[in-house]
C-alpha cells in the first residue's frame, strides 16, 4: 500500500511557474512508477507525465517543453515542475502510483492549480 500526499497547488498568473510535490509513505515507493494526472470541471482526467522506477520520463504533448517530472526515492517524493503556465493548465492535479498490473491504483486526494490572465 502506497499513501500518497500533494502540495505546492495555488494560484500563479499565466507565464508563471509553480512546483508540486507528492510525498509517499508506506511500503515500496521506488518500486512504483509514479504519475502526475489532471481533470479541469467537464473534462477527462489527463495523465500529465509520468516517470518509471529507472527515472524514464514521459509527457503529454500540451505540456512538453514546460513541465518536467522528477523522483527523489531516498525523500519518497515525485515533483512536478510547471513552468510557462497557460490558463488551460488550470485542474486539479493528483499524483498516482502504478501497481503491479501497469494500471494506477494508489490516488492522492489533488492539488487545485489556478492560472490566471
Known amino acids: 500500500q502506497v499513501q500518497l500526499v500533494e502540495s505546492g497547488g495555488g494560484f500563479v498568473q499565466a507565464g508563471g511557474s509553480l512546483r508540486l510535490s507528492c510525498a509517499a509513505s508506506?511500503?515500496?515507493?521506488?518500486?512504483?512508477?509514479m504519475g502526475w494526472h489532471r481533470q479541469a470541471p467537464g473534462k477527462q482526467r489527463e495523465l500529465v507525465a509520468s516517470?518509471?522506477?529507472?527515472?524514464?520520463?514521459n509527457y503529454a504533448d500540451s505540456v512538453k517543453g514546460r513541465f518536467t517530472i522528477s523522483r527523489d526515492n531516498a525523500r519518497n517524493t515525485v515533483y512536478l515542475q510547471m513552468n510557462s503556465l497557460q490558463l488551460e493548465d488550470t485542474s486539479v492535479y493528483s499524483c498516482?502510483?502504478?501497481?503491479?498490473?501497469?494500471?494506477?491504483?494508489?490516488w492522492g486526494q489533488g492539488t487545485q492549480v489556478t492560472v490566471s490572465s
Open positions: 516517470i518509471s522506477i529507472s527515472h524514464i520520463t
Open positions: 498516482a502510483a502504478r501497481g503491479r498490473l501497469g494500471s494506477w491504483d494508489y
Open positions: 508506506g511500503s515500496g515507493f521506488s518500486s512504483h512508477a
